[in-house]
């Protein structure tokens, strides 16, 4: 195991996608510049490129996520793979098969990427360790943890409608504590540099020491969202009501939906995101989600782009030992005969 | 990798003014009929589109210029992986019934072409392609061949051509690594 870099190889070069964290500023734009072309395949008669053309995808969800699923299924089979989706409540792990048996029988029918939906922290990084050295895992959500396609995706809306990101005051706002979305959220946006990045929630729903990750907090919605550029809600989970962590829905979204006159403190050409799915009127008014500063469904479409980055990136590695010394790929800096 | 020779921008203007030239002869008995202005010309990415963009302006074309960036149609991907450098496509929605004018900068092994000719026609399908490059040279590895060619290069199988620009556009030979 190599700590935070186990998700890169001898090279430095993605082999799995685990989390935001230990990735470098360099290595994110790539993603999102590799991204930026992946938006023209659909614009294509076929929407679909060859470089997966015989690669097995296998998409594990432990946890129920219908958008992450499709899209992670859309995006590999726009890249021309042959995707399987395990339904884990009818698979052999009820029956008391462990999970790391189930990998490799899934290994010995050679598929070579695993998607991980898991509802505990460290399921995927887990399930690297235990892949053979040719397969890449891809995170799609673990626990609290980390959700690092949807940060990209993210980063990629906001870098599509803003430009640069130094200049951005970026506001996430709701329940922090529980969100793997966030954190990745904070580590990828700290990470391209951007001026200000602000967490806005009730004390009950803000980690300990949330400072450490180069935000600043904030507790009071409108002066939170004063002068922001970019304003990310987050879900709020229906359970943590129930844990009584916070008084009811109407008092939450008194203080913390995103209304038209909070939205008014932000900068005039501020777009709002969501990961979703939403609570129209928990944690945003329906006339802001479907209004003109609202990019969510963008963010849904950006997102078939930036799983087809990564998928593409991590299974297009040179086997490590015998790469050969190759031409640069066409299109780069110089005209080159072939 | 150290440049052996290289062929100035001048001599490749003049060689340009003559691909052009002879595309009006070919296009003119190929398609009887069409008009040359209203084919659609497509360059692929880098040296492709640099010579494009000179022909494209010498033969005063009504439709824009295609780009076309071929990295996701390539048959050693597995091998190189991706690069960051991929600049995305720009081709019309529909390609379909258009008489398509494909430019690149050297024909070596034609596995370009074949990977172009596959992106293209994921866009639709076209009247036809009339493949047009700068300079061609010994190596082919797939059954294709051009029908404008710029110039013949000599090379070694050890020897690169290899064009540089867009300003000024120079043509270059250099040793392989």
Redesign the interface.
């Known amino acids: 195991m190599r700590g935070q870099n186990l998700q890169l190889d001898e090279q430095g070069?993605l082999k799995h996608l685990l989390t935001i964290e230990g990735l470098k500023r360099q290595q994110i734009v790539?993603i999102l510049?590799?991204a930026?072309?992946f938006?023209?395949?659909g614009?294509?008669?076929?929407r679909?490129?060859?470089?997966l053309r015989g690669k097995t995808v296998v998409n594990l969800f432990f946890e129920a996520s219908t958008r992450t699923l499709t899209t992670f299924e859309l995006a590999a089979k726009r890249l021309s793979a042959d995707v399987l989706k395990i339904n884990i409540n009818t698979s052999a792990t009820v029956k008391g098969e462990s999970l790391l048996d189930m990998l490799h029988n899934l290994e010995a029918m050679q598929c070579d990427m695993f998607v991980v939906r898991h509802s505990d922290s460290g399921a995927a990084h887990l399930i690297s360790q235990h892949v053979a050295p040719h397969v890449s895992v891809i995170n799609a959500g673990d626990g609290r943890h980390a959700h690092p396609t949807q940060a990209l995706l993210d980063m990629f809306t906001i870098r599509r409608r803003k430009g640069e990101f130094a200049p951005l005051t970026v506001a996430i706002v709701g329940d922090i504590m529980h969100s793997r979305v966030a954190r990745s959220q904070i580590h990828a946006l700290t990470t391209l540099g951007v001026n200000e990045v602000r967490v806005v929630a009730p004390k009950t729903l803000i980690p300990a020491q949330v400072e450490s990750l180069g935000v600043h907090v904030y507790h009071d919605m409108k002066a939170g969202l004063r002068d922001a550029d970019v304003i990310i809600m987050l879900r709020l989970q229906k359970e943590r009501m129930r844990g009584a962590m916070l008084p009811s829905e109407q008092e939450y979204f008194q203080s913390y939906g995103l209304t038209r006159d909070k939205l008014a403190m932000a900068r005039p050409d501020a777009i709002v995101m969501h990961p979703g799915p939403i609570n129209r009127g928990v944690e945003i008014d329906s006339e802001i989600a479907d209004g003109p500063q609202s990019v969510i469904l963008e963010q849904v479409s950006n997102g078939i782009a930036v799983r087809m980055?990564v998928m593409?990136?991590v299974?297009?590695?040179?086997?490590a030992e015998n790469?050969?010394?190759?031409?640069?790929?066409?299109?780069?800096?110089?005209?080159?005969?072939? | 990798m150290t440049a052996q020779h290289s062929q100035s921008a001048t001599s490749i203007a003049s060689v340009i003014t003559r691909m052009a030239d002879e595309l009006r002869t070919r296009f003119a008995q190929d398609h009887p009929g069409t008009g040359l202005e209203d084919a659609l010309m497509i360059g692929?990415?880098?040296?492709?589109v640099?010579v494009a963009e000179r022909l494209h302006a010498q033969l005063g074309l009504q439709q824009s210029l295609g780009r076309l960036?071929?990295?996701?149609?390539?048959d050693?991907?597995?091998?190189?992986?991706?690069?960051?450098?991929?600049?995305?496509?720009?081709?019309p929605?529909?390609v379909?019934d258009s008489h398509i004018i494909l430019v690149d900068?050297?024909?070596?092994?034609g596995?370009?072409i074949r990977a172009a000719l596959?992106e293209i026609?994921?866009?639709?399908r076209p009247a036809s392609v009339t493949l047009v490059v700068l300079g061609e040279?010994s190596g082919r590895e797939l059954p294709i061949q051009a029908d404008i060619v710029g110039q013949h290069l000599s090379l070694s199988e050890h020897e690169?051509?290899?064009?540089?620009?867009p300003e000024p556009l120079q043509l270059e030979v250099v040793e392989a690594?």
């Open positions: 070069r790539d510049d590799i930026e072309s938006i023209s395949v614009d294509q008669q076929v679909k490129v060859p470089l980055a593409s990136m299974l297009g590695r040179p086997p790469a050969p010394a190759e031409a640069p790929a066409k299109g780069s800096a110089q005209g080159e005969a072939s | 692929i990415h880098t040296g492709g640099w960036d071929i990295s996701f149609y390539r050693d991907f597995s091998r190189i992986g991706m690069n960051p450098q991929v600049k995305p496509s720009q081709l929605t529909t379909d900068d050297i024909l070596h092994t596995r370009t596959n026609f994921d866009y639709g040279r690169h051509a290899k064009l540089t620009g690594p």
